[in-house]
């Protein structure tokens, strides 16, 4: 199995295959959503992976739709003491991204594992 290491661009390109009609007003919400989950978690590996949703959601922001509070929020990000935990939160999570399936349903895409039928 080829691993990858997920950065901004390689989160915003396979964003674009997963998501190919997603626009940037749906983006923004999803990085809000995913900061209230961040805020809603309640223990540190449950911050850590809002954390990681997080970043996940301004990458696509910053690198699809060239949004300037994306790529400030990436930019944060990376400069954060945390970082590497963080990064390491990103690259589980992007491997469980790979796992599932992406469907729209009331017009916001949602996850559906592929073992699901």
């Known amino acids: 199995m080829k691993k990858f290491f997920w950065n901004e661009d390689s989160i915003s390109e396979w964003h674009q295959r997963t ?12 990085a809000s959503a995913e900061a209230k989950e961040y805020f809603n ?17 301004n ?9 300037a509070a994306g790529v400030l929020v990436c930019q944060l990000l990376r400069n954060n003491p945390y970082w590497n935990e963080i990064n390491r939160a990103v690259q589980c999570k992007m491997a469980v991204n790979l796992q599932r399936t992406f469907v729209r349903v009331d017009g916001q895409y ?7 039928e």
């Open 59 to 67: 990458a696509a922001l910053a690198g699809r739709f060239n949004d």
């Open 110 to 116: 949602q996850h559906k594992e592929k073992t699901d």
């Open 41 to 57: 978690a309640r223990s540190y590996p449950g911050k850590m992976e809002e954390m990681a949703d997080f970043f996940i959601a």
């Open 19 to 30: 998501f190919p009609d997603a626009e940037i007003a749906e983006q923004r919400e999803k």
